[in-house]
């Protein structure tokens, strides 16, 4: 896609951070923009944001987690603005600890939240950019941390993992059909949003409660390397201009540190040939 005036985005957690540099940067773009965050006043803020910037927007307040919402939220693009074009899956969180003492609230969240609601946007949304037979893009935002492991954060990894997998097989499979639908996954590192405070996106039916993990030692361990790591990392804004770079160049993993692109080196030569790694 090369040509974004008058198209439509989608980005799920883009009140703040990555998805509302997105946001943003679809708008200097001259593109509509549909805004989905728990955090309805942090949507609204950036739906605000973004009128401001000349162009419509509308936003819905929804926890993406759950698959009515990304429903939902098809709905509400399609009755404001006839079409979908480009569908980030971009709302995520993040818990650190072991797996052996992370609550299963924490677990179950964050499987759902980083895993299932990008999974849950392609099966929703890919109907209808097949039925509009444009050509369409959806941005899966992953992580480094999809690449590599850690003893650190074994959610966080996990998911990110799978949602690397799955980006790669839904692009595979879209073109082994010849669908106009191009996915790409976006693999950054350490970025300076507030992903580590998590309270801020948690939906009620996660919400802490007595679990004596949330004042343990190795709870506020997790907070202050999350924090330190975040804070270290690029600016947000850096990650939305380098997404429509990537869209322009029909790039599939989409890079914001070196140390990424040298770790998915193997990754990226597959894709590229068109080799399934099973096969050889």
Same mark, same amino acid.
């Given at each position: 896609?090369?040509?974004?005036?008058?198209?439509?985005? =989608? /980005?799920?957690?883009?009140?703040?951070?990555?998805?509302? $540099?997105? #946001?943003? +940067? !679809?708008?200097?773009?001259?593109?509509?923009?549909?805004?989905?965050?728990?955090?309805?006043?942090?949507?609204?803020? =950036? /739906?605000?944001?973004?009128?401001?910037?000349?162009?419509? $927007?509308? #936003?819905? +307040? !929804?926890?993406?987690?759950?698959?009515?919402?990304?429903?939902?939220?098809?709905?509400?693009?399609?009755?404001?603005?006839?079409?979908?074009?480009?569908?980030?899956?971009?709302?995520?969180?993040?818990?650190?600890?072991?797996?052996?003492?992370?609550?299963?609230?924490?677990?179950?969240?964050?499987?759902?939240?980083?895993?299932?609601?990008?999974?849950?946007?392609?099966?929703?949304?890919?109907?209808?950019?097949?039925?509009?037979?444009?050509?369409?893009?959806?941005?899966?935002?992953?992580?480094?941390?999809?690449?590599?492991?850690?003893?650190?954060?074994?959610?966080?990894?996990?998911?990110?993992?799978?949602?690397?997998?799955?980006?790669?097989?839904?692009?595979?499979?879209?073109?082994?059909?010849?669908?106009?639908?191009?996915?790409?996954?976006?693999?950054?590192?350490?970025?300076?949003?507030?992903?580590?405070?998590?309270?801020?996106?948690?939906?009620?039916?996660?919400?802490?409660?007595?679990?004596?993990?949330?004042?343990?030692?190795?709870?506020?361990?997790?907070?202050?390397?999350?924090?330190?790591?975040?804070?270290?990392?690029?600016?947000?804004?850096?990650?939305?201009?380098?997404?429509?770079?990537?869209?322009?160049?029909?790039?599939?993993?989409?890079?914001?540190?070196?140390?990424?692109?040298?770790?998915?080196?193997?990754?990226?030569?597959?894709?590229?040939?068109?080799?399934?790694?099973?096969?050889?």
């Amino acid at each position: 896609m090369k040509e974004f005036k008058d198209k439509v985005l =989608v /980005v799920t957690g883009g009140g703040r951070g990555i998805g509302r $540099a997105i #946001a943003v +940067e !679809a708008a200097k773009r001259g593109m509509k923009c549909v805004v989905n965050d728990i955090d309805g006043d942090a949507a609204r803020s =950036v /739906v605000a944001e973004l009128k401001a910037l000349g162009t419509e $927007a509308v #936003a819905q +307040e !929804a926890d993406i987690s759950l698959y009515e919402n990304i429903e939902a939220l098809l709905k509400l693009t399609l009755d404001t603005f006839g079409r979908v074009d480009i569908l980030c899956n971009n709302a995520g969180c993040a818990v650190s600890g072991p797996i052996w003492e992370l609550p299963k609230r924490d677990i179950d969240w964050i499987a759902e939240l980083n895993f299932l609601s990008h999974i849950y946007g392609m099966k929703v949304f890919i109907p209808q950019m097949i039925k509009q037979g444009t050509p369409c893009e959806i941005i899966n935002t992953e992580s480094t941390a999809g690449l590599m492991t850690s003893g650190k954060a074994t959610m966080y990894h996990c998911t990110k993992a799978a949602g690397v997998a799955a980006s790669e097989s839904v692009y595979m499979g879209l073109k082994e059909h010849g669908y106009p639908i191009t996915v790409h996954c976006l693999v950054p590192a350490y970025v300076k949003t507030t992903i580590h405070l998590a309270d801020l996106h948690r939906p009620e039916r996660y919400k802490m409660n007595d679990d004596p993990y949330y004042t343990s030692e190795e709870y506020k361990a997790g907070q202050i390397r999350s924090e330190r790591g975040v804070m270290s990392g690029i600016e947000d804004w850096y990650v939305g201009e380098a997404v429509f770079t990537a869209i322009e160049d029909e790039k599939f993993y989409i890079f914001t540190h070196p140390e990424s692109q040298v770790i998915a080196q193997g990754r990226v030569q597959r894709l590229a040939s068109g080799v399934n790694p099973m096969l050889g």
